[in-house]
């Protein structure tokens, strides 16, 4: 298992940007393809952006396509998510999570084995 641990949310005004860090310990973080998901309440966990575990492979939601974007830094065992351009509906808690059972990572939580607690972000409007 790897261990994960999310920092970098906050409070932002509507059209500001944030970058979350994920950061990796314990087994070799770069066999894990690794994704963010977010939780906003009252809703299901929703898919966000996976990178694959080389970093040459990204994917995105619909939501937030070009606005945000996932990077990872093998040699700092930390994937980041850039997030631009951010509005109200993106509020929610972000989730990093890895699974090493799929190359390109999963648009589905079940398919992830390490999860971290979480960070909030907040988009006033």
């Known amino acids: 298992q790897v261990q994960l641990v999310e920092s970098g949310g906050g409070l932002v005004q509507a059209g500001g940007s944030l970058r979350l860090s994920c950061a990796a310990s314990?087994?070799?973080?770069?066999?894990?393809?690794v994704g963010w998901f977010r939780q906003a309440p009252g809703k299901e966990r929703e898919f966000v952006s996976t990178?694959?575990?080389?970093?040459?492979?990204?994917y995105y939601a619909d939501s937030v396509k070009g606005r945000f974007t996932i990077s990872r830094d093998s040699a700092k065992n930390t994937v980041y998510l850039q997030m631009n351009s951010l509005k109200p509906e993106d509020t929610a808690v972000y989730y990093c999570?890895?699974?090493?059972?799929?190359?390109?990572?999963?648009?589905?939580?079940?398919?992830?084995?390490?999860w971290g607690r979480g960070t909030q972000v907040t988009v006033s409007s």
């Open positions: 999570a890895a699974t090493f059972r799929y190359y390109g990572g999963s648009l589905r939580p079940t398919d992830y084995d390490s």
């Open positions: 314990g087994r070799t973080f770069s066999n894990y393809a």
């Open positions: 990178i694959t575990w080389s970093g040459d492979n990204t």
